[in-house]
């Protein structure tokens, strides 16, 4: 089975300043999707970033990137020019693409990141 | 574009009784997912329906259970609720039209307490 671990369960950055969390998985499986997604205190779970295992290039979207490390099976997400907006649960997740598989994602517990003044 | 709409937002039970939830996915979704999310912990898969089908739940016991309807829309039922079923209950739809690598969209929740 698969598993998502992220270490960290909470951080802290300074507005304007850049932050990375930290998230590993296990599989012996070659094909899957890697998410993060952001629960603010809204409870509503958005997407953040999604990245293909076969793609070698990293995912970026606006202030949001992430460091896919395919064999070390590490996938972190990096967030620039941090906004008090950004405060909130991240939650990494894994999903398989082998044919027959539930298609469910697989989380993460979350890291709680809060943005200081 | 309407989002994934769930009710009610809240829920307060009794331990022994039954509740319901229910979850309308995105219009043109097929694909509904349940998670539980309990204080302090991840996102816990619960079920999955796709076309009206269940096509896979998670490890949970058989009083966990639910539907979907001919439009998509779902609905999650706990029998002789326990106390530690409260938890926030997500929904999440995914259209598979987008293919694989489609994303879930997930929505506001619904908060079950049970005393």
């Known amino acids: 089975a698969q598993t998502v671990t992220q270490s960290q369960p909470e951080m802290s950055v300074q507005e304007a300043e850049t932050v990375t969390l930290s998230c590993t998985y296990d599989?012996?499986?070659?094909?899957?999707?890697l998410f993060w997604y952001k629960q603010p205190p809204s409870r509503q779970m958005i997407l953040v970033i999604r990245q293909e295992a076969y793609k070698q290039q990293n995912a970026t979207e606006n202030r949001f990137s992430v460091n896919f490390q395919k064999a070390a099976k590490s996938f972190s997400l990096k967030i620039s020019d941090s906004q008090l907006g950004d405060a909130a649960m991240y939650f990494c997740a894994y999903r398989s693409e082998k044919t027959g598989t539930a298609s469910k994602l697989t989380f993460g517990t979350g890291t709680r990141l809060q943005v200081t003044l | 574009e309407a989002g994934v709409t769930q009710s009610p937002t809240h829920l307060i039970k009794t331990r022994g009784q039954q509740a319901t939830l229910r979850c309308s996915p995105i219009?043109?979704?097929?694909?509904v997912y349940w998670y539980q999310q309990a204080l302090g912990l991840g996102l816990q898969f619960l079920l999955w329906y796709d076309e009206g089908e269940e096509r896979n739940r998670g490890n949970f016991p058989p009083r966990f259970s639910g539907r979907q309807f001919p439009n998509y829309s779902s609905e999650l039922n706990v029998n002789a609720l326990e106390l530690e079923d409260s938890a926030l209950y997500l929904c999440?739809?995914?259209?598979?039209?987008?293919?694989?690598?489609?994303?879930?969209?997930f929505g506001n929740g619904t908060r079950l307490t049970v005393t």
């Open positions: 219009s043109g979704h097929t694909s």
């Open positions: 599989t012996s499986e070659s094909d899957y999707y």
């Open positions: 999440a739809s995914r259209s598979g039209l987008q293919g694989s690598g489609s994303p879930l969209h």
